[in-house]
Nanobody, 118 residues
Framework: QVQVVESGGGLVQAGGSLRLSCAASGRFRSINTMGWHRQAPGKQRELVASITSGGSTDYDDSVKGRFTISRDANTVLLQMNSLEPEDTAVYYC??????????????WGQGTQVTVSS
């Protein structure tokens, strides 16, 4: 079984920084893509950033130049700088991989609140 545990988040003023961390643990064959999504009130969940096992990254246009995603084995970090009130949302970690039976899985963390005050 695979567990996804997030940490970080909180309240910060506009222009400030926060860092989110997510770790995948348990029994699995491989972890492929790890990423962060967010969901603001009344809006759909959207991709913020992702990183593959090979280190390739993808960012939403709204966070390019401000957010940086990085990865160390099965832990992914999201460094968020120059935060704006529009970044306020619940942030969810997503982990894609294969279990010991080579079956693909796609798991979500419990979510962590990020609030940016103006």
């Amino acid at each position: 079984q695979v567990q996804v545990v997030e940490s970080g988040g909180g309240l910060v003023q506009a222009g400030g920084s926060l860092r989110l961390s997510c770790a995948a643990s348990g029994r699995f064959r491989s972890i492929n893509t790890m990423g962060w999504h967010r969901q603001a009130p009344g809006k759909q969940r959207e991709l913020v950033a992702s990183i593959t096992s090979g280190g390739s990254t993808d960012y939403d246009d709204s966070v390019k130049g401000r957010f940086t995603i990085s990865r160390d084995a099965n832990t992914v970090l999201l460094q968020m700088n120059s935060l704006e009130p529009e970044d306020t949302a619940v942030y969810y970690c997503n982990v894609n991989g294969r279990n010991v039976f080579f079956v693909e899985f796609n798991l979500w963390g419990q979510g962590t609140q990020v609030t940016v005050s103006s």
